[in-house]
């Protein structure tokens, strides 16, 4: 047996199968890249704005209402409440603002003040310090009925309900200008 062991030339070292190291490298990657890919959010981080009282104790102001803005549009047939709703959510961004609009059909042939002042209502409870509401007349639309839906915006019961209204025309709907008159109450 010896002399087989000289016939045979000496065969050269074999190196390593790197191929299982290399298998189990790559099925670790499979497993922690759709894991890495679902946990991870390319988004923005979110936070909130959080302010610390000073060295005197007082609290930060605090924000500004929940509504944004109230435009009232009387057309000849139709009356419709718009209202402008801040987003308080902890992804919006400051200036955030949602629209909605309630139409008002006429009862009886005449404007529904008395739905018109309950959505109203229903917007000072969600903002009593908001004064301002933008009444927004078309042009066919008479005097008489301007100044109807004036007061039923200002008083409720003889309560003010919202005491500042501006008059404005359709170019001034959604704040595209200054308001052209300003109504102050009376006392």
Do not use: N, Y
């Amino acid at each position: 047996m010896s002399q087989l062991r000289r016939l045979r030339p000496p065969r050269p070292p074999v190196a390593p199968d790197l191929r299982p190291g290399l298998l189990s490298v790559v099925g670790l990657l499979f497993l922690l890249l759709p894991f890495l890919l679902l946990t991870t959010s390319i988004q923005k981080l979110t936070g909130l704005d959080l302010q610390l009282a000073g060295s005197t104790g007082e609290l930060a102001p605090l924000p500004p209402g929940q509504v944004e803005a109230l435009e009232v549009h009387l057309s000849a047939h139709a009356l419709k409440l718009r209202s402008a709703l801040r987003t308080r959510d902890v992804t919006a961004s400051q200036g955030d603002v949602t629209w909605s609009e309630t139409d008002l059909p006429p009862v009886d042939g005449a404007m529904d003040l008395a739905g018109l002042q309950g959505a109203l209502l229903r917007l000072r409870v969600l903002d009593p310090e908001h004064d301002r509401v933008l009444v927004v007349p078309d042009d066919q639309v008479p005097t008489s009925r301007v100044v109807a839906l004036v007061d039923a915006v200002r008083f409720r019961s003889g309560q003010p309900l919202f005491p500042e209204v501006v008059l404005g025309g359709a170019e001034l709907s959604s704040h595209a200008a200054p308001p052209a008159h300003t109504l102050e109450p009376s006392p």
